[in-house]
């Protein structure tokens, strides 16, 4: 039975630079990474694949770096794990022990079980796998009238992609009363109906699916809650996707009540020399401090680059306390992105707050080739003036932007030193110095603040 120093077990984001960072860190340690399948995909990028990427081949993603930096890779699936013994079986008769080993595992789409006609031929899932997906552009060809149940960031960037091909009709279910509403307030997500109409997705809000029809095993049509049927060569179920953690809760692995594998803040289980990182393990907001769930390839790479460091020692402390869900998208060509709490999330938590908001172009002056309007706004404590949250609506510099707000968030700013936060601006790529926007909006946030 060969032996390994490190187990990776999973090859996505956080596997991979879990990997990296512990070989980097430690050269002289063996690292065997296991992994199902040959090939990997970007997670994010999976919905382009649908159009504007010419093949799925433009959205690969492997370990060569990890090999690079001296690690081994095998593809196998592991089967069985004694904790005890430190060992591990895989499904092709391997056998190996380890001295540390790691859960990278990631996330599976959730099944809507409960939805009569999930099981049907057509009804498909956004699944984080290359044979999957390769398998299911053949039959996205064919299809003309497809429904995407789910208004989420995935099943809106699924929608928007699909729709792009004029031969398709494409509807996209979300229950809430908009799309991406767990993501944005109920005003910036407003703007993202808007921008999936125009870009020619049918949205309907505020509607469930009751059942999914179909004859000789193939689906036919998706009937609503009120009563109205809509036609349907194939749907997708996006409703979210959950920790892949069965081998973890087989092997003995305390698991969390949202079903991630419960981890410290430097990633440890229970369980002396086992690991969890990304979306396989759990999470605490940075806001509200409750367990949380947040499946981002940013938070899990966050994460993995603090394994990675601390695997043998604690060499990197940790000096975030919690996970921000720091989200963009673009859609219809303009970009959604949010930091940290936004009002819903506020409120539930019963966190007090007040908003700044600011409207602007970005580029001076608006009259340039490609300026696009602007919002931001952002969630602020009236206690102390620090930023708890933000959204932003424009072109690409949001997606950036946003970046600022999170680390704005981390590092308990104030609106206060906002006022003074010096930057660096041009008319093609930002906004004027004179009205920077998220200047703006921590000035209006102080007026707020004041009344």
Known sequence: MKSYDVIIIGAGPSGIVTGITARKQNPEKSILMIREEEKGLVPCGIPYIFHDLDDISQNLMGPAPFVNAGGEVLVDKVTDIDIRGKTLQTESGNGFSYGKLVFATGSIPTIPTFIRG????????????????????????????????????????????????????????????????????????????????????NVLTGCTVKELQGS?????????????????????????????????????????????????RYLRTEEKDVYAVGDCSQTSGFITGRTDNIMLASTATAEARILGYNLFSISLLRTFSGTLSVFSTEL????????????????????????????????????????????????????NGEIIGGEIYGGKSAGELINVISLA???????????????????????????????????????????
């Open 216 to 264: 000789s095993g193939k689906v036919e049509s998706v009937i609503l809650e009120d009563g109205r049927s809509i036609k349907a060569d194939l749907v997708f179920s996006a409703i979210g996707y959950k920790p892949r953690t069965g081998l973890a809760a087989r092997a003995g692995l305390q698991l969390t009540s949202n079903g991630t594998i419960r981890v410290d």
């Open 332 to 383: 219809d060509g303009f970009v959604f992105a949010s930091a940290g709490a936004i009002e819903q999330t506020a409120e539930e938590a019963n966190v007090d707050y007040v908003i700044g908001r600011f409207e602007d172009v970005d580029r001076h002056p608006g009259t340039l080739p490609g300026a696009k309007k602007i919002i931001i706004k952002i969630i602020v404590s009236p206690e």
């Open 409 to 451: 968030i981390q590092k308990y700013v104030t609106v206060y030193e906002m006022i003074s936060f010096q930057t660096g601006t041009h008319p093609l790529l930002t906004t004027a110095p004179t009205k920077y926007a998220l200047v703006k909006a921590c000035e209006n946030a102080i007026v707020n603040i004041g009344k």
């Open 118 to 201: 999930y099981d049907l031929e057509n009804v498909e899932y956004i699944a984080k796998s290359f044979n999957y997906i390769n398998g299911l552009m053949d039959r996205i060809r064919p299809a003309v009238d497809i429904v995407v149940i789910g208004g989420g960031f995935i099943g809106a960037e699924v929608a928007e992609q699909l729709a792009k091909h004029r031969d398709k009709n494409v509807t996209l279910v979300e229950r809430e009363n908009h799309c991406l509403y767990r993501a944005f307030s109920a005003d910036f997500a407003a703007l993202a109906d808007e921008h999936l109409r125009n870009a020619g997705v």
